[in-house]
């Protein structure tokens, strides 16, 4: 087996890679692993989003890649500056998971679905189209993409691993 370039994206971070590497993150709960590929340029993103809005911010320094909102606007413009253009980007995601279930579900407490929802809303006002995405239920994923192919691996424990 060929071990491959793996750049390692954490929680609440982002990153691009060409040239065949990999990217993957882990621990995706209702989290959403938010996968951009250009096939010409062959540039693959990865933005590990916790929450669906900067707007709830509180730290004194925001971290960018935690929110929806700002996470996906800055990975696109890393992947502009190495070669990808925003009219050939497609998205794939996975995780925006329940991961507990609350009596009186109020709509604070659906950060899985929201997140989905927010980075579903953002993609659409670049006029980026969903290839495919895995989110939802109540488990956790991992996920990896290939910068040379675009295929985007999704594992878990409940499901085993999977395609798209």
């Not at 916790?50 to 709830?56: G, R």
């Not at 009186?104 to 950060?111: A, F, L, P, T, V």
């Not at 910068?147 to 085993?160: A, D, H, N, P, Y």
Request: proline letters at 3%.
């Amino acid at each position: 087996m060929i071990q491959q370039d793996v750049i390692k994206v954490g929680m609440a971070d982002l990153k691009w890679a060409a040239g065949g590497a990999h990217l993957r993150t882990t621990g995706l709960g209702s989290c959403v692993g938010l996968t951009l590929y250009d096939p010409v340029a062959r540039v693959a993103g990865m933005a590990h989003v916790m929450l669906p809005s900067s707007e709830i911010a509180r730290e004194s320094t925001m971290n960018i890649a935690k929110y929806a909102d700002t996470a996906i606007p800055e990975l696109i413009g890393q992947m502009k500056a190495v070669g990808a253009v925003v009219g050939r980007l497609a998205a794939k995601m996975a995780g925006g998971a329940q991961m507990f279930a609350f009596s009186g579900q109020s709509d604070s407490m659906r950060i899985g679905p929201r997140n989905v929802e927010s980075c579903l809303a953002i993609l659409a006002n670049y006029s980026i189209p969903v290839l495919g995405q895995d989110t939802g239920g109540n488990y956790g994923r991992t996920i990896e993409i290939d910068s040379s192919s675009g295929v985007l691996t999704i594992r878990s424990v409940q499901f085993g691993i999977k395609e798209i």
